[in-house]
């Protein structure tokens, strides 16, 4: 068993709050995103507390500019420059003190040393046959051979220049050995005749020469060919004078050929087992600080890591999911807190998708589940409550009627509950808890209805200018705070979504919510009240009660051939259509309100009009204050119902109000 540094933050930590996410999820959909999309833009945001994967990125981006800002690829070369001179400067201290030379012998050398090319390769290989006369000069020039040797195995093997230094002559041979073997091992492999047995003989001979201790020859593989790559890079980002000069140097490296042919067969090997790799990439270095051949092939391979991480991060591939992101490598590139930050997202991811808020449906893609809804709902409804209590200065009660028959069912008890007990709900809940005394979760109470039914069609405006001027989403959280209003605390009500644009039609609410903004040219009221009228009469014994949201005059209505017909401005016969089916609806007793968005005076005249008619309300209310004033005004028609009472009790006494529930 292999083991690695845990990076996975405080193990005893609390399981990640999905909370904050789901709102943010639950906004962006009725914004008009999918829920995959709004999933993908939380995990981009991150929460209050939690960084996003723009906020990696953005790291990510901004540590590959400092390494190409900061490095250029002349280290190498300035190494060795410096060796040269230092060289030089000691052996013309050594001619100038030497009394053996004779002075023709002393001027040849003092010519040979001033008349050196200007070209360091040049000069470091016209001076391989030179005979030095100073011990410090010649070390200082065979420490340039040395460094060569050890800086191109550094471009292969990671961490070989330190290894080597103060190399003798078995060392070295003992990497020309390694050399050797491994490319006969990578040559069989592509001709496919090794055995696991070659990669285990290959291993336990040369084992020390790679700490990362691969664990087959395609890990070798891998290790070996992406840092090969990585050097040919760093090659192909030199300028062609530096290659050239770096070309005749590298003869020079411990003194040996046979070190750069054994290297030139590794790479063709690799490339040639590995050709998916990045060989021909480059870079623009553009900094102070020099790299070694080494050095410089671990920056270019820090910024094909981090090239792949922003990759990872991006998430915009077919596919794309946290579990991509390397967090190992995040911790190499950005440190620890970096990692921690994305396993958090992968766990927030996780528990999103196996918290039953999301699921797949049958087209492959995420949705909200009807949980999810609830709980969104649920959210919504509490913002509605504390707006209408705010705006109306009274105090909530926890109600599900005022003193009357009882419904039948039964609810966990809350305080300010005044409902009698359900003793068998009670007394079972004690059972399965298996307690040995009374708990107050295992109280219910039994509802009562004290109240007349209600039909309620709540018609919501979906033309293009609801979206164009900010009210898309205002409108969706109002539908679906009523909505769950009254699938959980009026579940005797009857409630109709209806969306009307160019045309009208009956919406669920997870359609509603999850509809996107579209240019939908018409207002048509006039189908959108046929709808509702519809609705009504289909509940005889109900209340109506119509609740009308739009930001525009009608525009569109329904022929008797049931094609719509359209204009702009308003044709007369489309506002007759509209004016006959609100009639209808009066007759049919609908208590009526107009939700008025906008400050347009025409619009103004002709919904005050055509509220006078039906006896109805036009409230003109601020977009944030428009689902407390739907839900305010669809309470306030149900406590002068025929049946009176209960619904007006919503806003006396004390507790937690209907919306805790």
Do not use: C
């Not at 997202?345 to 196996?354: T, V």
């Not at 109900?542 to 204009?567: C, K, R, Y």
């Not at 103004?604 to 209310?621: L, T």
């Amino acid at each position: 068993m292999r083991y690695k540094r845990y990076a996975g933050g405080d193990p005893l930590a609390p399981p990640v709050d999905i909370a904050e996410a789901l709102d943010a999820i639950g906004e962006d959909v009725m914004a008009g995103y999918s829920p995959e999309r709004a999933l993908q833009e939380f995990l981009r945001r991150g929460g209050r507390d939690q960084a996003g994967l723009d906020d990696l990125a953005r790291r990510v981006a901004e540590k590959r500019r400092e390494l190409l800002q900061r490095h250029n690829l002349d280290g190498t070369m300035q190494q060795v420059r410096e060796l040269l001179d230092k060289a030089v400067l000691a052996e013309r201290g050594q001619i100038a003190r030497d009394t053996t030379l004779d002075s023709d012998d002393a001027m040849f050398r003092d010519m040979q040393l001033n008349n050196l090319p200007p070209n360091t390769a040049a000069a470091v290989s016209e001076l391989s046959s030179y005979d030095w006369r100073s011990r410090e000069a010649r070390e200082d020039y065979e420490q340039i051979k040395d460094l060569l040797g050890r800086e191109l195995l550094d471009q292969r093997f990671a961490g070989m220049k330190q290894a080597l230094k103060n190399a003798n002559d078995q060392d070295r041979a003992a990497v020309n050995e390694m050399l050797g073997d491994l490319n006969e091992l990578l040559e069989k492999h592509r001709l496919g005749e090794d055995t696991p047995e070659d990669f285990a003989d290959f291993m336990a001979r040369h084992g020390d020469f790679f700490p990362e201790n691969p664990q087959d020859i395609d890990e070798l593989l891998d290790s070996l060919a992406q840092r090969a790559a990585a050097a040919q890079r760093m090659l192909n980002s030199m300028t062609p004078e530096q290659r050239a000069e770096l070309m005749e140097l590298s003869a020079q490296a411990f003194g040996s050929p046979a070190l750069m042919e054994a290297l030139d067969r590794l790479d063709a090997n690799l490339q040639s087992l590995r050709p998916g790799e990045d060989w021909s990439g480059s870079e623009q270095f553009g900094g102070e600080q020099g790299l070694g051949l080494g050095d410089g092939t671990g920056v270019l391979q820090d910024l094909a890591e981090l090239d792949q991480l922003s990759e990872q991060l991006s998430q915009s591939y077919g596919g794309a999911r946290l579990d991509d992101v390397d967090l190992d490598a995040l911790a190499r590139q950005l440190g620890d807190s970096a990692a921690v930050d994305a396993r958090t997202l992968q766990q927030l991811e996780q528990a999103l998708r196996d918290s039953g808020q999301l699921e797949r449906g049958s087209d492959g893609n995420l949705r909200l589940t009807p949980k999810a809804m609830r709980q969104l709902g649920k959210a919504l409804l509490r913002d509605v409550a504390q707006r209408m209590s705010g705006r109306q200065g009274q105090r909530d009660l926890r109600t599900a009627g005022a003193a009357g028959d009882l419904s039948g069912a039964s609810r966990p008890w809350a305080f300010g509950d005044t409902e009698p007990w359900d003793i068998p709900r009670t007394l079972l809940n004690k059972a399965l808890r298996r307690g040995d005394r009374l708990a107050l979760d295992d109280i219910e109470v039994q509802e009562t209805e004290a109240r007349t039914q209600a039909a309620v069609a709540l018609l919501v405006d979906t033309s293009f200018s609801m979206a164009m001027d900010g009210r898309w989403v205002p409108m969706k959280r109002t539908a679906l705070a009523l909505h769950t209003l009254i699938r959980s605390r009026f579940r005797g009500d009857h409630l109709q979504l209806i969306g009307f644009g160019r045309a009208a039609r009956v919406m669920e609410i997870e359609e509603l919510t999850g509809l996107d903004a579209r240019w939908d040219k018409g207002t048509n009221l006039h189908h959108a009240l046929l709808l509702a009228n519809r609705h009504f009469r289909k509940h005889p014994n109900a209340q109506p009660v119509l609740l009308i949201v739009t930001d525009g005059e009608p525009t569109s209505h329904l022929e008797p051939n049931g094609e719509v017909w359209f204009s702009y401005p308003p044709h007369p016969l489309t506002i007759a259509y509209a004016v006959r089916e609100l009639d209808n609806a009066g007759r049919l007793g609908a208590q009526t309100t107009f939700f008025r968005l906008g400050e347009d005076p025409g619009l103004a005249r002709f919904i005050d009009s055509m509220a006078r008619r039906v006896d109805g309300k036009v409230i003109a209310p601020e977009l944030d204050d428009l689902g407390a004033a739907v839900v305010g005004s669809y309470l306030g028609s149900r406590s002068s119902g025929p049946a009176g009472g209960g619904y007006g009790d919503l806003w006396g006494g004390g507790g937690r109000g209907w919306w805790a529930g």
